[in-house]
Structure formats: C-alpha cells, structure tokens
C-alpha cells in the first residue's frame, strides 16, 4: 500500500546537537511538507517542496534545513540554531491537484535534553 | 490571502450526543474544504472533503456540507461515539499561492465521556 514513512518515531537529542527527520513516501506524489506541532497547538509550516531539487520556506524555517534530492524523499535537519525544538514533526505530500488534500505521516515526536 | 477559522475547544459531550464543529472560511477563490481528524499521538487524516458549492462530504457518519453564501464548511454527527475522541482540523485549499498548499484552522479538541 502507498503512503508516507516518517522515522524514527520518537527520537532523543542533546542539546547543540544537529538532528535529521527521516521522510519517505511512495505515492508518486510531485510535492512534500513539513509541519511542526506543539503540545495543544495546531499546525505551522516549516519547509516544502513542490517539485525535485527545489523547495521553499515556511512560516517558521529559521533552525531548520531540507533538501529535496529524490521525488520520494524529503529529510529535514534541526540544527542547533533552532531554539525550541522539542515537537512534534509531521511531513505531508499532495499531488498537484488542490482538491485531493495532503497525505500525513504518523509524525516523529523529538525531544532534546 | 485565504484562512479558516473554526471553534475553539476542548468540546466536551456525552456518548450518542450531537455534534457539530463550526468552521467558516475565507478565500479569494474557489478553494477545496477539507475535514482532518488527528488520535493522541498520531499524524492527521482525512476525514471528509467538498470541491465545490453544495457538496457535502461525508465519512464515518461524518458530514459537512460546502456553503459558499455562508462561507461554512460545518463538521456535525448525529451520535457521537467515545472512540470520536480527537481533535478535529478544518483546512482549505490556498486559491491565494500558486503552490498546492492547503491553510488549517487551529484544531478542536473533542472528548466523549462513556
């Protein structure tokens, strides 16, 4: 079955140290997202990517870093810039029709100590 | 450019109650409305969608239906049960950017007690 893999699920990190979200999807799908979510909170955009070897900022990019080298794949680093970066983080991916929504991950809850 | 707005929670009801969620848009276009549901721990998914004026989607005994005069896209249940239990996102699709991105509302949390 077609879908999106996000790995790890839960993942640990000290503080200061640079972190990278695995995710993967199978469903031919041209663009891919990233969403941060906090505890209570809704959904902010952090990167996507609309086509292969190109991508665009969100709403709150700054801490974050992304490539786009393979259709299927869409990795995103937390870098030690970020300053708050326990969340959770949900990538999604749509095709280029507006009316069939966004498919999601099952997220990956990261927690620096 | 285009946004959702949708009732805060948490909303708190009784099993094989009545549920309804507002949510009202706006859009410079002719956007796509879209219900999420999202489970403690999970990632969202799609639970419902309308593409045009008067389409009303439905999933789970799940409805809305897609009214442009109002600018409402309104989530109801005839009889909720405890496993409804989640937060509930009202979302569109921006008619503003030329990427495909869809614009959420802020989420409502849902519980149902036994």
């Known amino acids: 079955d077609g879908g999106i893999t996000q790995s790890p699920k839960y993942l640990f990190r000290k503080e200061g140290q640079n972190v990278t979200l695995s995710c993967e999807q199978n469903l031919n799908h041209d663009a891919m997202y990233w969403y941060r979510q906090d505890p209570g909170q809704g959904l902010r955009l952090i990167y996507y990517s609309q086509i292969v070897n190109d991508f665009q900022k969100g709403d709150i990019a700054e801490g974050y870093s992304v490539s786009r080298e393979k259709k299927e794949s869409f990795p995103l680093t937390v870098t030690s810039a970020q300053k708050n970066p326990t969340a959770f983080y949900l990538c999604?991916?749509?095709?280029?029709?507006?009316?069939?929504?966004?498919?999601f991950g099952s997220g990956t809850r990261l927690t620096v100590v | 450019g285009d946004s959702v707005t949708q009732m805060e929670g948490p909303v708190t009801l009784s099993e094989e109650a009545f549920l309804t969620i507002n949510c009202t848009y706006t859009?410079?276009?002719?956007?796509?409305l879209f219900w999420y549901v999202q489970y403690p721990g999970e990632g969202l998914q799609l639970l419902l969608k309308a593409t045009k004026a008067d389409d009303k989607g439905s999933n789970k005994g799940f409805e809305a239906t897609y009214r442009k005069e109002t600018t409402s896209f309104h989530l109801e249940k005839g009889s909720v049960q405890v496993s409804d239990s989640a937060v509930y996102f009202c979302a569109l699709s921006d008619t503003y950017s030329s990427a495909s991105k869809i614009i959420f509302g802020s989420g409502t949390r849902l519980s149902i007690r036994p």
């Open positions: 859009a410079t276009g002719y956007p796509s």
């Open positions: 999604a991916s749509s095709p280029p029709d507006r009316s069939y929504g966004y498919t």
